[in-house]
């Protein structure tokens, strides 16, 4: 009896912006429901899945390694440990990507939540996984985590998952942390304050050679409900307001400008295009390129 295979491939994609390579990584999934969003109903929520065929709240977890210049850089970390076995395998597929975690210089994060920067450190241990890279970060996301104040105004899930999470996870990267506000934070590489989903959410705009890339970290969790309903914001953003007009500038400026972009929970790989339906906006899929 002939076997077949017992496990998917290993998630990673290839895709180049002009000179600089970028590397799609997956960290898994997460399974969640409606209950997450804000400013639609259930009803609402599950005939927008039915019409892209989907019967679930899937969210990817994706991570992005940068090539450019000789350097290295991860932008996310995945989330470790903490948020259950559906997640928590960027490690594995870095390693599938050929890259040790010691070779990356810098990593890169779009704020300071547990699927992002839960990947940082060792929980067993307390131990960087990337002993040779510096932490860089929006002013805001240490400012705000690091505030015992706005701690104790947390749930207690909000304080073990974020707070505790954030302070432990960073801790190693103490004395090689940088921030940033906006502007240019590596080869390439240009952050766009995108706030609401935290203080200092930021998006990355990646630009070579008259290619350009946008990656919007959490601007989007569930992208068959936000893309053409961009006011539903998640029970999990500081600012839902601000968190919405954030998706509804990027979504204008990606569509106006035929911007590639991606996210860390859109569909891996992630990547594609805003269009338009009239006043609609509609999420177009990049096709799988063979070539690197």
């Known amino acids: 009896m002939t076997i077949g295979p017992q496990s998917q491939i290993p998630g990673v994609y290839h895709r180049r912006i002009g000179d600089i390579h970028v590397v799609a990584l997956s960290d898994g999934v997460l399974l969640r429901d409606h209950h997450m969003m804000i400013g639609v109903s259930a009803g609402e929520a599950a005939v927008l899945l039915a019409r892209a065929f989907r019967s679930a709240f899937v969210l990817s977890v994706n991570a992005f390694l940068i090539f450019n210049k000789g350097r290295v850089a991860l932008m996310e970390t995945g989330s470790g440990h903490y948020l259950g076995p559906t997640a928590g395998h960027l490690l594995t597929n870095l390693a599938a990507a050929g890259v040790a975690p010691s070779a990356v210089d810098t990593i890169l994060l779009t704020h300071m939540h547990p699927d992002h920067s839960a990947g940082l450190t060792d929980m067993s241990t307390g131990a960087a996984h990337y002993p040779n890279a510096e932490l860089v970060v929006h002013a805001n996301e240490p400012r705000h985590w690091f505030d015992d104040a706005a701690m104790a105004r947390g749930t207690e899930r909000e304080k073990k998952l974020m707070f505790q999470q954030a302070r432990e996870q960073a801790a190693p990267y103490r004395d090689r942390t940088r921030t940033f506000v906006q502007g240019d934070v590596w080869p390439g590489v240009t952050a766009i304050p995108s706030y609401g989903h935290t203080p200092g959410h930021s998006s990355f705009l990646i630009d070579s050679c008259g290619e350009r890339l ?29 968190a919405a007009a954030s998706r509804q500038g990027l979504f204008e400026m990606a569509a106006s400008e035929r911007m590639l972009v991606c996210g860390m929970h859109m569909h891996f790989p992630g990547f594609g295009h805003i269009g338009r339906d009239g006043a609609q906006f509609r999420f177009v899929p990049e096709a799988w390129r063979l070539a690197i």
């Open 214 to 242: 946008l990656i919007w970290g959490d601007t989007v969790h569930m992208p068959e409900v936000q893309v053409p309903r961009p006011e539903v914001s998640m029970v999990v953003d500081v600012d839902p307001v601000a």
